[in-house]
C-alpha cells in the first residue's frame, strides 16, 4: 500500500483523486498547506502531494527525507516552489508537466474579452437593471498587436486564439524555436510595439520582475498587461504606479507575488492586509482571478491521472520514473542529457 500525504486540499482535488485511485493506494487529504509547521504530519507517509503554495523549501526537504518520505509528487506543472538541490541525492520529486494548457490559455483570453469589452461591468450593472452604456466603450482584438513572452505549451496556444482573433502575434522566448512559425523579436521590441502583453515564461532568477517600472516605461500608452503565469514575473507596485499614472490601460491577474497567504482561500470576512493588492483591486482597470485558469474539469482530470501514474512509475522502479525533474539543470524538458535511468 503507497501511502500519500496530500496538502491543500480543496473538494475539486478530492473529487478528482478519489474517482481514480486504485487498492494500492491510499491518501490522506490534509487542507493546511505543507510548511515548516506541518511538515511533521508526513510521519509514515511514503509520498508527499503537493500543489503550487506548499513549501518545499530546503529545510521542509531534509525534514521530509528525515521522515522517511520518498517522493514529492507536485500535481501542478511549476516548481519554483520546491529547493531541487536540496532534493537530489535524497527525494525524488515529479511533477505534471502539461494538464491543459489550453485552460490556461483560454482562460487568459477570457481575462483579456472581459478587461476590453468590459463584460465584468455589464454584468453587475444590468442585474441592478442599470441599462446604460456610460463608460463601456471597448476596443477591437482584431488588427491590435499582441507580445507572448514564453512560447511552450501555453504561450503558443494564446498565440494560436489571438491569430483567430486577427491579431498580430509578436514573440518573445529564451529558447526560440522557428519551427514554431511565430514572429520572434528581441524583447524591447516587443514591450515597444504590443498593445497587449501576455506572460506564459516560467518564473526563474532570471525573469522574476521581467515587468518592472524600466519595462513598462518603454511600453505603449494604454498597453494591457495579462499575467496567468506567476506571480513573480510582475513587480506589483510598478504596475501599479504604471495605472496611477495611466501609462497602463488595463491588467488581468491570474496570480500575484504575495498570492500564497491570499488566494484559494474565502477572506471576505477580512480586513486585506496586502495594500498594494487591495489597490489593484480597487482599480476599474484590473481584474484579479485567484489562480484559477487551470481550473476545469479536463484539467483536473488530467492532473490526477498524471500524478497516480507518476507515483505508480516511482514504486513500479520504472527506469526513468515518468516526469521526474532534473535536479542539475533544473529543467527537464530542455536537458540535452539522454535520460535512462532514475537521476540518482
Ligand atoms: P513551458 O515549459 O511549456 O513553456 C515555458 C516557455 O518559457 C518555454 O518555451 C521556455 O523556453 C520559455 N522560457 C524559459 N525561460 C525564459 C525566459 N527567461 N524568457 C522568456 N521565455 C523563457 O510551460 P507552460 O506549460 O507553457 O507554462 C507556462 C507557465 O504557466 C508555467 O511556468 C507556470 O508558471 C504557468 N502556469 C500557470 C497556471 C495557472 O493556473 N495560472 C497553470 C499552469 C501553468
Redesign the pocket.
Known amino acids: 500500500m503507497i501511502k500519500i500525504a496530500f496538502f491543500d486540499t480543496h473538494s475539486y482535488d478530492k473529487d478528482s483523486f478519489k474517482k481514480i485511485a486504485d487498492e494500492n493506494i491510499s491518501i490522506t487529504f490534509f487542507e493546511t498547506r505543507l510548511s515548516k509547521q506541518t511538515v511533521n504530519l508526513c510521519k509514515g507517509y511514503d509520498v508527499v502531494c503537493v500543489f503550487v503554495n506548499d513549501d518545499v523549501s530546503k529545510e521542509v526537504a531534509n525534514q521530509l527525507y528525515e521522515n522517511g518520505v520518498k517522493l514529492i509528487a507536485l500535481r501542478?506543472?511549476?516548481y519554483n516552489n520546491v529547493d531541487l538541490t536540496a532534493c537530489f541525492g535524497k527525494i525524488h520529486v515529479v511533477h505534471v508537466p502539461?494538464y491543459s494548457?489550453n485552460a490556461?490559455a483560454e482562460h487568459t483570453m477570457a481575462l483579456l474579452l472581459t478587461s476590453i469589452r468590459r463584460i465584468h461591468k455589464a454584468y453587475n450593472r444590468t442585474r441592478d437593471y442599470n441599462f446604460s452604456l456610460e463608460g463601456m466603450t471597448g476596443f477591437n482584438l482584431n488588427g491590435k498587436t499582441v507580445g507572448v513572452?514564453?512560447?511552450?505549451?501555453?504561450?503558443r496556444i494564446f498565440a494560436d486564439i489571438c491569430k483567430g482573433f486577427g491579431m498580430n502575434v509578436l514573440a518573445?522566448?529564451?529558447?526560440p524555436n522557428e519551427s514554431y512559425g511565430l514572429n520572434y523579436v528581441s524583447i524591447e521590441t516587443l514591450f515597444k510595439e504590443s498593445d497587449i502583453i501576455s506572460l506564459?515564461?516560467?518564473?526563474?532568477d532570471?525573469?522574476k520582475h521581467l515587468i518592472n517600472s524600466d519595462s513598462i516605461k518603454m511600453m505603449k500608452k494604454g498597453v494591457v498587461i495579462l499575467n496567468?503565469?506567476?506571480g513573480g514575473l510582475l513587480d506589483a507596485e510598478a504596475l501599479l504606479e504604471g495605472i496611477k499614472e495611466r501609462k497602463i490601460g488595463a491588467s488581468c491577474l491570474?496570480?500575484y507575488e504575495e498570492e500564497s497567504d491570499i488566494f484559494f482561500s474565502d477572506k471576505s470576512g477580512h480586513i486585506l492586509n496586502d495594500e498594494v493588492l487591495a489597490r489593484l483591486i480597487s482599480m476599474p482597470n484590473v481584474i484579479v482571478t485567484s489562480?484559477q485558469?487551470?481550473l476545469t474539469t479536463e484539467a483536473l482530470d488530467n492532473i490526477a491521472e498524471t500524478t497516480i501514474e507518476n507515483i505508480n512509475s516511482y514504486f513500479n522502479n520504472d527506469e526513468p520514473v515518468k516526469n521526474e525533474l532534473c535536479y542539475c539543470c533544473g529543467n527537464m524538458?530542455r536537458c540535452r542529457k539522454e535520460r535512462k535511468a532514475k537521476c540518482f
Do not use: M, N, Q, W
Open positions: 501542478c506543472a511549476g502539461a494548457p490556461v513572452i514564453g512560447t511552450g505549451r501555453i504561450g518573445y522566448d529564451k529558447f506564459h515564461c516560467p518564473l526563474t532570471e525573469t496567468t503565469s506567476r491570474d496570480v489562480h485558469a487551470f524538458d
